[in-house]
């Protein structure tokens, strides 16, 4: 009677657990990995699909620190000795390989929890040595996407499809949530393509306030100076449309009262005077109150 237990009632076999789960995996491993979704401005976020990696998952800072220079890297492989110098820069390399292989098996399984290390990662893969995400799973990388849609506008605008711009430029505006990670707030590396991606947007900015003030949408266009102020304190440029846009409103009061802030701004904290092209539009104004 023992024998009949993996037999069903209508006489086909029923498969050992074990072998079930071996034909899952089999059946799991043909199919194509699940696409990743990276957002890098402001708050750093992974989604696996519709699945969103919650904070408490990524439950090893180092593991997150890799991720995020693999990220940087933008699928170009980085070797291994090279990759812990970057995240373990005050220590010996020969001291902190156990330290990377724990990060890395942790970072596996927070991207793949059912990962094995008898099987490659779908993500991360690893050649002669180097390391390197591989893009090709990676279904949006919002600093990729950011760049990209400002280039097409580029490409539009010299085409003279401005409205066709337009669009790009505002697409490209709403991915720039934030600084480029944000609270990666002291690699070097993150430093230096932090402020790429912050000027980048500023002169964004500056375009879309300059594109809604030809348009006389006079309040859009304050808008984005504000942006650009925020991002690049002493833009000359912003606060000279800033005050366009005041003109327009008929504010002229309101011009002049910007430029003097902005005029003691500049001497107080850089013992510097606005530029001629700013003071030239303020006499002007001036002269016409």
């Given at each position: 009677m023992e024998r009949l237990s993996n037999v069903s009632?209508?006489?086909?076999?029923?498969?050992?657990?074990h072998d079930r789960e071996k034909l899952e995996k089999t059946l799991l491993k043909g199919r194509p990995p699940i696409p990743l979704f990276i957002r890098c401005f402001g708050k750093f976020e992974v989604s696996l699909g519709n699945n969103k990696i919650e904070d408490g998952q990524w439950n090893s800072k180092k593991a997150k620190a890799i991720f995020w220079f693999l990220v940087y890297q933008r699928g170009h492989?980085?070797?291994?000795d090279l990759l812990m110098e970057s995240i373990w820069p005050d220590y010996d390399i020969d001291m902190v390989q156990a330290r990377f292989y724990k990060a890395m098996s942790r970072l596996y399984r927070i991207l793949e929890p059912d990962h094995s290390s008898?099987?490659?990662?779908?993500?991360?893969?690893c050649h002669q040595g180097a390391y390197y995400l591989d893009?090709?799973?990676?279904?949006?990388?919002d600093v990729d996407e950011f760049l990209?849609?400002?280039?097409?506008?580029?490409?539009?605008?010299?085409?003279g499809n401005h409205q066709?711009?337009?669009?790009?430029y505002l697409e490209a505006e709403r991915l720039y949530r934030g600084d480029f990670l944000e609270e990666n707030i002291y690699?070097?590396?993150?430093?230096?393509?932090?402020?790429?991606?912050?000027?980048?947007?500023?002169?964004?900015?500056?375009?879309?306030a300059r594109l809604f003030y030809e348009q006389g949408s006079f309040g859009e266009s304050m808008e984005y100076c504000?942006?650009?102020?925020?991002?690049?304190?002493?833009?000359?440029?912003a606060y000279l449309l800033l005050m366009q846009n005041y003109c327009g409103l008929g504010e002229t009061h309101e011009a002049m009262r910007i430029y003097r802030m902005y005029s003691e701004m500049l001497k107080k904290e850089l013992g510097e005077s606005p530029s001629l092209t700013l003071a030239r539009y303020y006499q002007e104004i001036s002269s016409k109150g």
């Open positions: 009632k209508v006489g086909t076999r029923v498969e050992p657990r492989p980085i070797h291994k008898r099987h490659s990662s779908n993500y991360i893969r893009f090709e799973q990676v279904a949006l990388l990209k849609k400002i280039k097409s506008g580029e490409v539009e605008e010299k085409r066709e711009a337009f669009k790009y690699e070097g590396w993150a430093v230096t393509e932090r402020e790429r991606l912050r000027n980048t947007y500023g002169r964004l900015a500056t375009k879309l504000w942006k650009r102020i925020k991002s690049e304190k002493y833009c000359c440029e």
